[in-house]
T-cell receptor, first 111, second 116 residues
Framework: GENVEQHPSTLSVQEGDSAVIKCTYS??????FPWYKQELGKRPQLIID?????GEKKDQRIAVTLNKTAKHFSLHITETQPEDSAVYFCIAGAGSYQLTFGKGTKLSVIP | NAGVTQTPKFQVLKTGQSMTLQCAQD?????MSWYRQDPGMGLRLIHY???????DQGEVPNGYNVSRSTTEDFPLRLLSAAPSQTSVYFC???????????????FGPGTRLLVL
């Protein structure tokens, strides 16, 4: 089955700096790579996703890049703000009924 | 449009007790699933369903049962609770993946379960 590795497990940045979270996956059939944000005590919520026919996708301060050859994808957050503090999960999906989650990255933005 | 709802929000059980975690969605999603979230482990799939009457096992199904009698509801049953089942449980729903394309999953607010 699919295996998703996510790094780092914790990340602290100063407000205004950029944050980068990286994930690798093992199943070459995976073609859907969403990122979820989970604030403390809340449900996971989709913030951005990318499909295998594109290499990069941006939405305001958030961007995701995908390298299918190397089987890795990354989340980039620019101009970080305190409200970006949360746990972020990467996911790999192969158009099947099961999504494989990374173990999460706890991002802390220091004011 | 309430989205995905779960009850209860919090539950304490004694070892050996049984209970049902409720999940409902009003988005007419065929696909529904249950995850458990443990510290440092991410979310792991317990069971999922692709429509009424159809269920299948995920990564960690042992100790849990599910059934799907309607499109809207997907309850998760613990037949004999164990301390290892202490966790936060999330229900999620989405449209059915078609043509090899995955669909966005929407999560419920979660149920925090403590088994003593």
């Amino acid at each position: 089955g699919e295996n998703v590795e996510q790094h780092p497990s914790t990340l602290s940045v100063q407000e205004g700096d950029s944050a980068v979270i990286k994930c690798t996956y093992s199943d070459s059939a995976s073609n859907y790579f969403p990122w979820y944000k989970q604030e403390l005590g809340k449900r996971p919520q989709l913030i951005i996703d990318i499909r295998s026919n594109v290499g990069e996708k941006k939405d305001q301060r958030i961007a995701v890049t995908l390298n299918k050859t190397a089987k890795h994808f990354s989340l980039h957050i620019t101009e970080t703000q305190p409200e970006d503090s949360a746990v972020y999960f990467c996911i790999a999906g192969a158009g099947s009924y099961q999504l494989t989650f990374g173990k999460g990255t706890k991002l802390s933005v220091i004011p | 449009n309430a989205g995905v709802t779960q009850t209860p929000k919090f539950q304490v059980l004694k070892t050996g007790q049984s209970m049902t975690l409720q999940c409902a969605q009003d988005m007419n999603h065929e696909y529904m699933s249950w995850y458990r979230q443990d510290p440092g482990m991410g979310l792991r799939l317990i069971h999922y369903s692709v429509g009424a009457g159809i269920t299948d096992q995920g990564e960690v199904p042992n100790g849990y049962n599910v059934s799907r009698s309607t499109t809207e509801d997907f309850p998760l049953r613990l037949l004999s609770a164990a301390p290892s089942q202490t966790s936060v449980y999330f229900c999620a729903s989405s449209l059915i993946p078609t043509g090899g394309h995955q669909e966005t999953q929407y999560f419920g607010p979660g149920t925090r379960l403590l088994v003593l």
